[in-house]
């Protein structure tokens, strides 16, 4: 089955600083893939989407390419701040049989200091 | 568009009692999803609605476990019964139903505890 594995964290940082969290997928297909963000005591909130190979998601000055040669797709952020702080969840969903049932990673938890 | 919510944000009570929950989607979404989340987990699917047909259910969800979505709008998620293993936050999601790239949409939330 579809399957999404996210790297361990938490990752702490300190602000200004370069992220990269990781996340490798399997799925049959040709899924869509997602970042959510998960702020204490909230729901996730979408933070982009890709949904084919070689498509870069961005928002917020995250980034994120779908690479379908590698099954992988990597946040990345330039500079983050304090305000970043959060938990991080890599979701794919997909294209075949029929149901659309996202599949999420166990989360990140990124900590970033001043 | 007032996005997704759930009610109450918190609910603690006391071993073998019934709880309610309620999830209002966005409100042209079709589809409602409900999933349970554990600390330092991610969210684990429990069912899905489309309009008010339910289309399927984990088999995480035991028989003390049961979702209704009466109208096709609003939806409510019971667990009768409830155990200690049952302490954790239940999500609600909502989204459309057109394609399957469609992002969904989550409320913050209820807080389960079971004293």
């Known amino acids: 089955g579809d399957s999404v594995t996210q790297m361990e964290g938490p990752v702490t940082l300190s602000e200004e600083a370069f992220l990269t969290i990781n996340c490798t997928y399997t799925?049959?297909?040709?899924?869509?893939l997602f970042w959510y963000v998960q702020y204490p005591g909230e729901g996730l909130q979408l933070l982009l989407k890709a949904t084919k190979a070689d498509d870069k998601g961005s928002n917020k000055g995250f980034e994120a390419t779908y690479r379908k040669e590698t099954t992988s797709f990597h946040l990345e952020k330039g500079s983050v701040q304090v305000s970043d702080s959060a938990v991080y969840f890599c979701?794919?969903?997909?294209?075949?049989?029929?149901?659309?049932?996202?599949?999420f990673g166990r989360g990140t938890s990124l900590i970033v200091h001043p | 568009d007032t996005g997704v919510s759930q009610n109450p944000r918190h609910k603690i009570t006391k071993r073998g009692q019934n709880v309610t929950f309620r999830c209002d989607p966005i409100?042209?979404?079709?589809?409602l999803y409900w999933y349970r989340q554990t600390l330092g987990q991610g969210p684990e699917f429990l069912t899905y609605?489309?309009?008010?047909?339910?289309?399927?259910k984990s088999r995480l969800l035991s028989d003390r476990f049961s979702a209704e979505r009466p109208k096709g709008s609003f939806s409510t998620l019971e667990i009768q019964r409830t155990e200690q293993g049952d302490s954790a936050m239940y999500l609600c999601?909502?989204?459309?139903?057109?394609?399957?790239?469609?992002?969904?949409?989550f409320g913050d939330g209820t807080r389960l505890s079971i004293l």
């Open positions: 979701a794919l969903r997909g294209s075949s049989g029929g149901s659309y049932i996202p599949t």
């Open positions: 999601a909502s989204s459309l139903a057109s394609q399957y790239n469609q992002p969904q949409h």
């Open positions: 799925a049959t297909g040709y899924p869509s």
């Open positions: 609605f489309q309009n008010e047909a339910q289309l399927e």
């Open positions: 409100s042209e979404h079709n589809r």
